[in-house]
C-alpha cells in the first residue's frame, strides 16, 4: 500500500510540475535578431522581393522613425546565403545593416529619427567567387507619426558677445640719441 501511494504522489507532482518547463516563445515576424539588440520599429511593412531582371531585384518597405529597424530576408536561388553583400548608394535618410544568420541574408533599413518622406538604397549581392553579382532595390517610405524628438532639459551654455573692436591705436616710435 505503501509503495503505491508513494508512486501515485510522485506521478501527481511531476505531472503538476511539468506545467511548469520554460518553452521557448515565438519569433515575431521579421528579420531574426541573433544580435538581441535590434529594435524592431512599431511599423514596417515589407512587400515581396521581386525580380525585376536577370541580376535586379526590388523591395519596398513602409516604416515609422521611431529608432527601429525594418527587414528583408533574401537567399540565392539554391536556398544559401550570400558569401558577401555591401550598399551603393546607401540611404540618405537612415542606415542600412546586412548579415547572414541560418543560411539567409537580411537586410534591415534604420531611418533617422523623426525622419518622414522616402529614402532608396541598392544593396550588391555576392553569391560566390567568380559568379555575378545581384542587385536589391530597396524603396522606403518613411513615416514619423507619433515620433517625439526628445529635448534635452538643461541647454547648451552661450557663450558671451565678444566686445565691438575698437580701433588700434599707433605707438610712437622711440628714437634714441
Known amino acids: 500500500m505503501r509503495v503505491r501511494l508513494s508512486s501515485a504522489i510522485l506521478v501527481t507532482a511531476g505531472a503538476m510540475l511539468a506545467g511548469c518547463v520554460n518553452k521557448p516563445m515565438p519569433q515575431a515576424g521579421g528579420p531574426a535578431n541573433p544580435f538581441g539588440y535590434l529594435k524592431r520599429s512599431a511599423v514596417c511593412q515589407v512587400g515581396p522581393v521581386r525580380s525585376a531582371s536577370p541580376g535586379q531585384m526590388t523591395a519596398t518597405m513602409t516604416v515609422r522613425s521611431d529608432d527601429g529597424n525594418c527587414g528583408v530576408t533574401v537567399q540565392q536561388s539554391g536556398g ?4 558577401s553583400f555591401g550598399v551603393s548608394p546607401a540611404p540618405e535618410h ?3 545593416f546586412i548579415y547572414n544568420y541560418n543560411n539567409h541574408t537580411y ?5 533617422n529619427t523623426a525622419y518622414a518622406g522616402q529614402d532608396r538604397f541598392t544593396v550588391t549581392l555576392i553569391r560566390g567567387t567568380g559568379l555575378p553579382r545581384e542587385y536589391l532595390g530597396v524603396t522606403a517610405t518613411v513615416d514619423a507619426t507619433g515620433v517625439v ?8 551654455p ?17 628714437t634714441r640719441h
Open 80 to 83: 544559401q546565403a550570400y558569401a
Open 94 to 96: 537612415g542606415k542600412a
Open 107 to 111: 537586410v534591415t533599413y534604420t531611418p
Open 149 to 156: 524628438v526628445p529635448v534635452p532639459a538643461v541647454t547648451a
Open 158 to 174: 552661450v557663450a558671451p558677445a565678444k566686445p565691438a573692436a575698437t580701433p588700434a591705436r599707433r605707438r610712437k616710435a622711440a
